[in-house]
């Protein structure tokens, strides 16, 4: 009975790939982690969410924590969501809570080579005066699900974003809404998959 009760008890490190599982569990999440990232995110540990201390300008931070990898340096990548609290005094009846309005996110420390959200194209470039062909190497940016850390800044200066931009703003501000509301609080149950068939099934 002894041995049954020990083989029973968590393992203090955790279940092995844990957060991956979920990543490939949740479809929003699935669509944003292409094949190469796949290894890096076996690395994560945990995923965290911080709120803002009461009288700061509302926020919250989600932190992603890694074991040490062959990727990057970084233990934890961050990504700040800031919040506004307050109805809009022209139109306080729109108010529908807080809401997203900007976020920052984290330096990755890539370690050389391991960086998957550029990668390098070589381009043939004729000299216009000699007809002399040389191959160049490019960097172009790269699909990634650490593309993440490097979001778009709603402009603060008035400016609107185009349609695109607008559109990429507002699935990343979902994204970070669903970790800190569903992924995070839930995760059990979304590395299970019980949390997803609620999703599915919204009358149960």
């Not at 049954?4 to 279940?15: L, N, Q, R, S, W």
């Not at 998957?116 to 216009?128: G, M, N």
């Not at 699900?145 to 559109?167: C, I, Q, R, T, V």
């Amino acid at each position: 009975e002894k041995a049954a009760a020990t083989a029973e008890e968590p393992d203090p490190k955790g279940i092995p790939e844990f957060w991956f599982t979920i990543f490939r569990n949740v479809d929003m999440l699935s669509e944003l982690v292409q094949e190469y990232d796949e290894p890096i995110l076996k690395h994560l540990q945990d995923i965290k969410v911080k709120f803002s201390d009461p009288g700061q300008p509302m926020s919250f931070v989600l932190e992603f924590h890694f074991e040490p990898n062959d990727y990057f340096t970084n233990s934890v990548l961050t990504k700040t969501y800031k919040m506004k609290s307050e109805p809009d005094k022209a139109d306080p009846f729109s108010f529908e809570g807080p809401e997203i309005v900007d976020c920052d996110g984290c330096t990755i420390d890539w370690k050389k080579g391991k960086n998957v959200t550029v990668k390098t194209i070589k381009k043939k470039q004729k000299h216009k005066g000699r007809g002399t062909v040389r191959t160049i190497t490019k960097q172009v940016p790269n699909e990634s699900f650490f593309n993440f850390f490097n979001p778009l800044k709603a402009s603060g200066d008035g400016e609107s974003l185009d349609e695109d931009s607008e559109f990429t703003l507002a699935s990343d501000f979902e994204i970070g809404h669903f970790f800190r509301e569903r992924i995070v609080p839930r995760a059990v149950l979304y590395f299970t998959g019980e949390a997803i068939e609620d999703d599915d099934n919204p009358d149960m």
